[in-house]
C-alpha cells in the first residue's frame, strides 16, 4: 500500500477512539516536555537524520514522515537513527513485532502498575511512525485491536496509542505545548524620538524572524513569492572563512535579512573613534578659539532683536500683483480702509453745528459751503422810466384795481405806480429809500459771513520735481560720427551682439557692414532691390544678418573677414546640415505663404546662405533673444501678416487663424515666451505656449507706428503717427502709465538700452530725444521717466528725417539711421 493510503486509512480508525485515549495521550505527552516543536528542535533532529541517510533520497513519503513528525524523546531518536538503515521491510517488521509484545502484554493482566503503563506507552511512541508505511494486511488487526479497547475502556490501551497516526500525534503535541509569545516589538518613538528609523530591506513585514526558523525562506513579498533565506553557515563553516577570506575581520552580518555586510573604511574609521570615545565626525575641531560674543565693547553693527521689515519678504507674483492693486487704490482712493470706514460713519452720526461768530482755522474754512452769487437785477423796462409812454400809464380803471388790491400789494400788476414826470431832475426822493437801506445793513450785518479761496499757484508748483540731467549721467551729447556711403535713405541700421561692427540696409539695394570705432566700411552686399530692415542675430556664436527686401527674406554671414573667422565657418556648418527628417511637412495655409529656398553658387558667393520667399512683401523683421527664430511681418496680409521662422528646423508658422486689424510690427517678449502684435490702435500680447491672447493695450493713439519692449520685460513703448509716446507698465495696468509729447512730427524709430536705463525716440522732426526710463524692482515705486537731451538730427528729405534708431549693446552710444543717405553715432 502506498504510504498515503496507509496515513488516510489510520486517520479513519483513529476517528472512532474514545476520549479515554486523550487521556493516555496528555500522560504520554508530560513525558516529553522537553521536546519543544515551536523552538525547532524537530528541524534538528530532521536535519541530523537526513545528514546521516543523504544516500537514500529516492526513500518513500512515510520514511520522510517519520522523521519530520517523531514526536518521541531522546532515547526513542536514537533507537529510530539505528533503525532507519534497514529500510521499509525493517520498519514493517518493527512494528509487527511489537503489536506482538503489546498483544502479550495486553492478554496477561488487566490491572497494571503505572511503570508497566509508562513502558508500554513509550514503546509505542517509539515505533508509532512505522505504520505509515506497512502493508494493508494491518486493517484487520487494527480492527481487533479497536475492539479489545471498547471492553477494556479503564485500562491504557498500548495498541490504541502504538496506531495513531503521526499527523493526530503532532496536533496532539500541539495542543500540549506551551504557546511561547512572540517577542514584543519595542515602540520606535516610546522615547520620544520622532526621526525615521533606517530602511528595512527586508520586506517580508514586521514579524519576528524565528517565525521561520523551520522553513526554507523567510517570508513573502507583495507577489506572494517566496523570500529565498540566504544560506547559514555553523562554527566550521565560520571558522573556514576566517581563514579563507580576508576581508572576514571587517565582515558583519545584518540581522534583518541574514546578508553579509562589508564595512567600508569610513565605517571602520567611525567605529574606531567611537571605540576611542571620541566625537563621530572628524571635521569637528574640539578645540577652536572661544569667540566671546558678549563683552564690554560696544559693537559697531549690534545685534538687531526685531524681525525683518516686510519689505524683505518677496511674494508670489500672484500676491505680489494684488498687493499692488489694493496700494494703487489705496493711493487714488478708491479703496478705504476699515478705519476710516469707521471714522466717516461715526462722524455721519454726530451731530453738526455751525459757529457763526468764529472765525475758524483753514481747514474748516476749506468745509464750509461756498456761497453763492447773488441773481443779477433784470434790467429796467419802459414803464420804470421816469417818462413812460402813455400806454404804460394807469387810466381809471386800473388805477381802481390798484387801489382794491391794497391789502395785497403782490398781486398788482406792477410793484410800483407808473408816473411820468417833466425831467429827471423834478423826480423826488425815494419815500422808503431809509427804510430798506436800514433793513439791506440789517441782513448783511446778520447774515452769515463767506471766505471766497483764491487759489495762488505758480507754474514752478506745476513742474514736476525731476533730479538733474548731471545726475542721471551717462547719455550721449553730441553727435561723434557720421558713416556715408549709400545713395538712397538708410532705412535700418543694427549692431552685432559684441557691438564692434554694424550693419546698414538702404534703399540703393545694397548691405553695408561698418567697423565701430573707425566708421571704416568693411564690405558690401549688392542685392539689386530696395532693403526694408536689416537686423543682426542676437546669438553670440552665430555671425548672421537677416535681411528683408521685397518679398524675400535672406540670411546673410558677413563673411571671415568681419568678426571671428571660426563662428563665420561655424555658421555655414550649421546652415549648410539638411533639416531633421522627422519634422512633418507644413500644411497647406503655411506652404502658400512661405517657402524655403537654398541660394546657388552666385548667392553662396556673395553671402547668402538662406532665402525665404513670402506670398506679400516683408516690412519688419525681429529676432528672439535666442536666435533661432526670426519674427516677420508683412503688408496687406490680413490674419497671415506675422509669419515665425526657425532656423534649425526649417520650418515656418502661422500663429493666427484671423486677423485682429491692420499689422504694424510684431517682436518677441525679451524674457518670457510671448509675442507682441501691434496693430492701429492697440497692442495684444500672446502667450505662445498657452495660445491664448494675455492682454490688449489701448493706447488711445489715432495709429501706432512702432513698439519696443525693455529689456526686462515688464514695461513697453509704443510710438505713434500722431506724436506720442505711450509707457506701459505691463505688470500694473492695460492702461498707459504715461503719456509723453516729446515730438512735432510723426514718431518712427524707438529702442531702449540693454545696460543702461535710457530710451530714444526719433521721427519726422530734425532731431532725436534721449530719456531716462528707470525701472524699480520693487513694485510700490513708479518708474521715473526724465527726458535729458535733445539732440540735433539729420537733414529733412521730403518729409522723413530718422527712420531708425539703435543703441549700442555696452555703450551709451546711439545710432541713427537717416533719410539723407548717412548713419550719425551720437555718444
Not at 502493508?135 to 498500548?158: C, F, G, I, V, W
Not at 499527523?167 to 506551551?178: F, G, M, R, S, Y
Not at 495660445?691 to 493695450?697: G, H, P
Amino acid at each position: 500500500m502506498p504510504p498515503y493510503k496507509a496515513g488516510l486509512l489510520k486517520r479513519k480508525i483513529d476517528s472512532n477512539k474514545t476520549n479515554s485515549t486523550s487521556a493516555d495521550d496528555k500522560e504520554q505527552s508530560s513525558s516529553n516536555d522537553e521536546e519543544n516543536l515551536i523552538q525547532g528542535e524537530l528541524d534538528a533532529e530532521s536535519d541530523a537524520t537526513d545528514s546521516e541517510h543523504g544516500e537514500d533520497d529516492a526513500e518513500s513519503d512515510a520514511e520522510r514522515d517519520e522523521v519530520v513528525f517523531s514526536d518521541n524523546d531522546a532515547d526513542s531518536l536514537l533507537d529510530d537513527k539505528q533503525s532507519a538503515p534497514a529500510g521499509d521491510d525493517s520498519s514493517e517488521l518493527t512494528d509487527s513485532e511489537d503489536d506482538n509484545e503489546s498483544d502479550a502484554n495486553s492478554d496477561d493482566s488487566d490491572n497494571s502498575n503505572n511503570s508497566e503503563e509508562e513502558h508500554s506507552s513509550d514503546s509505542g511512541a517509539g515505533t508509532g511512525t512505522a505504520p505509515s508505511a506497512g502493508s494493508s494486511d494491518e486493517a484487520p488487526k487494527n480492527k481487533t485491536k479497536t475492539q479489545t479497547s471498547r471492553l477494556k475502556p479503564q485500562q491504557p490501551n498500548k495498541k490504541q496509542t502504538k496506531n495513531k497516526s503521526t499527523i493526530d500525534k503532532l496536533a496532539d503535541k500541539i495542543k500540549e505545548t506551551k504557546v511561547v509569545e512572540p517577542v514584543q516589538q519595542k515602540d520606535e518613538y516610546e522615547s520620544g524620538d520622532t526621526s525615521d528609523e533606517e530602511d528595512r530591506v527586508n520586506t517580508a513585514g514586521d514579524v519576528p524572524m524565528w517565525w521561520y526558523n523551520e522553513y526554507p525562506h523567510v517570508g513573502y513579498d507583495l507577489d506572494a513569492r517566496r523570500i529565498a533565506r540566504p544560506p547559514q553557515r555553523d562554527h566550521i563553516d565560520d571558522f573556514l572563512k576566517k581563514c579563507e577570506d580576508p576581508e572576514f575581520w571587517r565582515t558583519v552580518r545584518d540581522p534583518a535579512t541574514g546578508q553579509d555586510v562589508l564595512l567600508s573604511t569610513e565605517d571602520l574609521q567611525l567605529i574606531e573613534r567611537l571605540r576611542a570615545a571620541r566625537l563621530p565626525s572628524a571635521d569637528h575641531d574640539e578645540y577652536e578659539p572661544w569667540v566671546e560674543w558678549f563683552s564690554r565693547e560696544v559693537l559697531a553693527t549690534p545685534l538687531r532683536a526685531f524681525p525683518e521689515h516686510k519689505r524683505s519678504f518677496l511674494p508670489s507674483r500672484s500676491e505680489q500683483l494684488q498687493v499692488a492693486r489694493i496700494v494703487h487704490a489705496l493711493k487714488m482712493g478708491w479703496t478705504k480702509t476699515r478705519k476710516q470706514i469707521a471714522d466717516e460713519r461715526r462722524k455721519k452720526r454726530e451731530r453738526q453745528f455751525y459757529n457763526l461768530w468764529g472765525a475758524g482755522d483753514a481747514a474748516e474754512q476749506a468745509q464750509r459751503p461756498r456761497s453763492l452769487p447773488a441773481p443779477r437785477r433784470a434790467l429796467p423796462t419802459h414803464a420804470e422810466s421816469y417818462n413812460p409812454p402813455p400806454e404804460y400809464l394807469l387810466d381809471k380803471r386800473e388805477m381802481k384795481e390798484w387801489d382794491k388790491l391794497a391789502e395785497t400789494p403782490w398781486k398788482r400788476k406792477y410793484t410800483f405806480l407808473p408816473t411820468t414826470h417833466g425831467s429827471l431832475r423834478l423826480v423826488p426822493a425815494y419815500p422808503r429809500f431809509v427804510r430798506e437801506r436800514f433793513l439791506r445793513c440789517l441782513d448783511l450785518y446778520l447774515a452769515p459771513r463767506a471766505i471766497k479761496m483764491r487759489l495762488t499757484i505758480s507754474a514752478e508748483e506745476l513742474v514736476p520735481k525731476l533730479p538733474a540731467p548731471r545726475e542721471l549721467q551717462p547719455f550721449p551729447t553730441a553727435e561723434v560720427l557720421r558713416l556715408r556711403g549709400h545713395a538712397g535713405p538708410v532705412r535700418s541700421a543694427d549692431f552685432d551682439p559684441s557691438g564692434q561692427y554694424a550693419v546698414s540696409a538702404s534703399d540703393d539695394g545694397t548691405v553695408k557692414v561698418w567697423e565701430t570705432a573707425t566708421g571704416r566700411c568693411l564690405r558690401t552686399v549688392e542685392l539689386g532691390e530696395p532693403v526694408r530692415a536689416a537686423a543682426w542675430t542676437p546669438a553670440a556664436g552665430l555671425s548672421l544678418v537677416a535681411v528683408a527686401l521685397g518679398r524675400r527674406l535672406l540670411l546673410l554671414n558677413p563673411g571671415a573677414d568681419v568678426g571671428a573667422a571660426r563662428v563665420a565657418a561655424r555658421t555655414d556648418e550649421l546652415l549648410a546640415e539638411a533639416p531633421p527628417a522627422h519634422d512633418a511637412a507644413p500644411d497647406a495655409r503655411t506652404a502658400a505663404a512661405v517657402s524655403w529656398a537654398a541660394p546657388d553658387a552666385a548667392q553662396w558667393a556673395r553671402g547668402v546662405r538662406l532665402a525665404l520667399t513670402h506670398f506679400r512683401p516683408v516690412e519688419r523683421v525681429a529676432w528672439h533673444a535666442r536666435g533661432d527664430y526670426v519674427c516677420v511681418t508683412l503688408a496687406d496680409a490680413a490674419s497671415r501678416a506675422v509669419v515665425v521662422h526657425q532656423l534649425s528646423r526649417r520650418r515656418s508658422q502661422l500663429p493666427f487663424r484671423r486677423a485682429k486689424g491692420l499689422v504694424q510690427c510684431a517682436l518677441f517678449h525679451p524674457t518670457r515666451p510671448q509675442l507682441l502684435v501691434a496693430t492701429q490702435r492697440a497692442v495684444r500680447v500672446y502667450d505662445l505656449l498657452r495660445q491664448e491672447l494675455v492682454r490688449k493695450l489701448q493706447p488711445g493713439a489715432q495709429w501706432v507706428s512702432c513698439v519696443a519692449a525693455h529689456p526686462a520685460g515688464d514695461n513697453l513703448l509704443v510710438g505713434s503717427y500722431d506724436r506720442k509716446l505711450v509707457w506701459f507698465d505691463l505688470e500694473l495696468s492695460a492702461r498707459p502709465y504715461r503719456t509723453l509729447r516729446l515730438h512735432g512730427g510723426a514718431v518712427r524709430a524707438l529702442d531702449f538700452h540693454r545696460r543702461y536705463p535710457l530710451f530714444a525716440s526719433a521721427g519726422d522732426d530734425p532731431y532725436l530725444v534721449v530719456s531716462h526710463g528707470m525701472v524699480y524692482s520693487d513694485l510700490l515705486q513708479n518708474p521715473l521717466l526724465v527726458p535729458l537731451k535733445q539732440l540735433p538730427g539729420p537733414e529733412k528729405r521730403g518729409e522723413l528725417c530718422v527712420l531708425g534708431l539703435r543703441w549700442h549693446p555696452t555703450q551709451p552710444w546711439l545710432l541713427a539711421a537717416a533719410a539723407d543717405h548717412t548713419l550719425r553715432l551720437y555718444a
